[in-house]
């Protein structure tokens, strides 16, 4: 987007915050936009400025309620339809007299509740892979859901407003009454869980081209640039050889960091990495932290279980590691900073405990770990886990990955 749509799509966006009450007209005068905009357009996630992000989410929200209302009009004029033809003119007019009209008003609000209940709860909760065998006896209780607001509508308030039943005193039986009604509930369900799909595949189809695209400026980006690390890697070429003989130990360091630079650069631009690859990585990042510290490191790495080629996303576990010696008190040996990766059967998890520097402290909230969530919410979806936290004087995290099963290059 150029810095014209930005301002477009910021004007929009902040428009449609203040008109849903998040800010107050003071608010809107006070704003300086461009100011604004060079400091978001900087803050991005995959590719996507946060700009974009919030504004299409928007967008979608806001154009979501035209489809309800196109097929909400659909429904109604062939009930109507239906009535016309198939009861003539008389029994069509009387859905607009008192009391027939009401009847027809309760019957048609006991429709979208159930449409809505299903659309915005049932659906979005229980068509997931974690909860899809919960999903048709949610429906099936939607059939009593209907059945129970219509009574509710027409035998109760209805009777008390008008003095007259809809149903005949011998049809106004459980079993007969949820029965005859669930043709109309089916409608509601089939309806909703129609639309519910179609906007899920479209959704499903933007991201993947979204995705394609991003893939595709991301492979022009590696080209672009792949003459920097060269120049890199042949100075610490350089600077190895020349310390290889008389300072070994430092040439070694050299070596690893040359190493991996290397794997950051280059293997690890995949999506995803053996597992004993990420490991390798992690212990070399650690092995020249304890040359920095010297004798003053104290931290009790551990891992369990047996390491081999299982697939992870690269580049998450170091992301752990990494904020043990950025934000970590490591040189106290009563209160070691401790690192456990264990390795199980279809899962690695990665548990880290450390003491909170007073130098440095731990933020909660942070685009790294934001843009990590939202990264392993694309891979996994629901199913990983990511706990984080305070707990006295120490940070504590926990991270559960299942293996990649299949990897398509």
Not at 40 to 45: F, I, K, N, Q, V
Not at 62 to 67: A, E, Q
Not at 73 to 92: A, P
Not at 253 to 262: P, V
Request: charged share 25%.
């Amino acid at each position: 987007m150029s810095q014209t749509s930005y301002l477009d799509a910021l004007h929009e966006l902040v428009r449609l915050l203040h008109k849903r009450g998040r800010f107050s007209d003071e608010v809107i005068r006070s704003i300086d936009f461009r100011g604004l905009y060079k400091e978001m357009r900087g803050l991005s996630y995959d590719g996507n400025s946060f700009i974009e992000i919030e504004y299409f989410h928007l967008m979608k929200t806001k154009h979501t309620w035209k489809y309800h209302l196109i097929l909400g009009i659909v429904i109604v004029f062939l009930q109507y339809f239906n009535d016309y033809v198939y009861g003539g003119k008389e029994y069509f007019l009387g859905n607009f007299r008192y009391p027939s009209g009401l009847a027809k008003l309760s019957f048609f609000m006991s429709f979208y509740a159930v449409y809505f209940l299903n659309f915005n709860w049932v659906c979005p909760r229980f068509l997931s892979k974690k909860n899809r065998r919960y999903f048709v006896p949610m429906l099936i209780g939607l059939f009593f859901v209907f059945a129970g607001i219509r009574f509710l509508l027409e035998e109760v308030i209805g009777f008390y407003l008008t003095g007259q039943h809809n149903y005949h005193e011998s049809k106004r039986v459980f079993g007969y009454y949820v029965f005859d009604n669930s043709y109309y509930a089916l409608k509601a369900i089939l309806f909703s869980t129609s639309l519910y799909l179609l906007l899920r595949y479209i959704e499903n189809k933007d991201k993947l081209h979204s995705l394609e695209m991003e893939h595709k400026k991301a492979e022009l980006s590696v080209l672009k640039n792949q003459l920097e690390p060269h120049f890199l890697f042949n100075t610490l070429n350089a600077f190895y050889t020349e310390l290889v003989d008389t300072q070994p130990k430092t040439a070694k360091n050299i070596h690893k960091l040359s190493e991996m630079l290397r794997y950051v650069t280059y293997k690890a631009q995949t999506d995803y990495m053996p597992l004993a690859e990420e490991i390798a990585f992690i212990e070399d990042y650690i092995h020249l932290n304890r040359e920095r510290f010297e004798n003053n490191l104290f931290l009790d790495y551990t891992i369990e279980g047996s390491v081999t080629d299982q697939k992870i996303p690269s580049m998450v576990l170091i992301h752990f590691v990494e904020n043990i010696f950025k934000h970590g008190a490591l040189n106290d040996p009563e209160h070691p900073a401790k690192l456990a990766i264990k390795v199980k059967k279809d899962e690695v998890e990665i548990l880290t405990h450390n003491k909170v520097s007073k130098v440095q402290s731990y933020s909660v909230q942070g685009i790294g770990r934001d843009n990590l969530k939202r990264r392993l919410s694309l891979i996994y979806k629901d199913n990983y886990t990511l706990d984080y936290g305070h707990k006295n004087a120490y940070f504590e995290t926990h991270l559960r990955l299942p293996f990649i099963k299949e990897v398509h290059e």
